[in-house]
């Protein structure tokens, strides 16, 4: 059975820093594409960073040079380092995984970055 349990948020200031991560388990996760998305309460959801096997990486450009995606593969997390948080970050994230046309999400972390 596929699962992945986000851990990680909480509260930030502006300009700190927030390492979310992402707890796989049930499939072969080095080989697996990965991404972190996120949702403002009553918005669609976004892409944040995706991340392939080969690790090739994407980002939505709001967060490009601030956020990176990284997956340790041996002890299956998916990581999400937020730095320079800012106010418009403040959203439930949520991880990724998809496998084969099958995409599985995880239940989500609260991010607020406020002063």
């Known amino acids: 059975q596929v699962q992945l349990v986000e851990s990680g948020g909480g509260l930030v200031q502006p300009g700190g820093s927030l390492r979310l991560s992402c707890a796989a388990s049930?499939?072969?996760?080095?080989?697996?594409?990965m991404a972190w998305h996120r949702q403002a309460p009553g918005k669609e959801r976004e892409m944040v960073a995706t991340l392939t096997a080969a690790g090739n990486t994407v980002y939505v450009d709001s967060v490009k040079g601030r956020f990176t995606i990284s997956r340790d593969r041996s002890g299956k997390i998916l990581y999400l380092q937020m730095n320079n948080v800012k106010q418009e970050d403040t959203v439930d994230y949520y991880c990724n995984a998809r496998l084969g046309s099958n995409v599985h999400w995880g239940q989500g972390t609260q991010v607020t970055v406020s002063s």
């Open positions: 049930g499939f072969n996760f080095p080989t697996a594409a």
